[in-house]
Nanobody, 118 residues
Framework: QVQLVESGGGLVQPGGSLTLSCVVSDASVDVTTLGWYRRRSGKEREWVASISGQRTAHYTPSVSGRFTISRGSTKNTVYLQMTDLKFEDTAVYYC????????????WGQGAPVTVSS
């Protein structure tokens, strides 16, 4: 079973920045598209960004231009650099595989809580 460990969350003021990290325990992760997701209070988990093994990245429109997803030099690490954070970015952020059936993924990490507050 894949293990996912997110870190780097915290409290930040509007307009501030945070970088989240995720370590994935999967030997095939270097060829797997990975994604960041978030669950805002009272809402379903949503896709935020994804990056392929070839480092092609995609973003949900609400974060495009503010968030950057990247893969580390160690192939099982993925990052989410978040800038110009807004109140509505407050959520628990998770990483996992990304594919069209991601909603059926059953194994998730504990997530990294991000609170944007003044």
């Amino acid at each position: 079973q894949v293990q996912l460990v997110e870190s780097g969350g915290g409290l930040v003021q509007p307009g501030g920045s945070l970088t989240l990290s995720c370590v994935v325990s999967d030997a095939s992760v270097d060829v797997t598209t990975l994604g960041w997701y978030r669950r805002r209070s009272g809402k379903e988990r949503e896709w935020v960004a994804s990056i392929s093994g070839q480092r092609t990245a995609h973003y949900t429109p609400s974060v495009s231009g503010r968030f950057t997803i990247s893969r580390g030099s160690t192939k099982n690490t993925v990052y989410l650099q978040m800038t110009d954070l807004k109140f509505e970015d407050t959520a628990v952020y998770y990483c996992n595989e990304f594919h069209r059936d991601w909603r059926t993924l059953s194994s998730w990490g504990q997530g990294a809580p991000v609170t944007v507050s003044s």
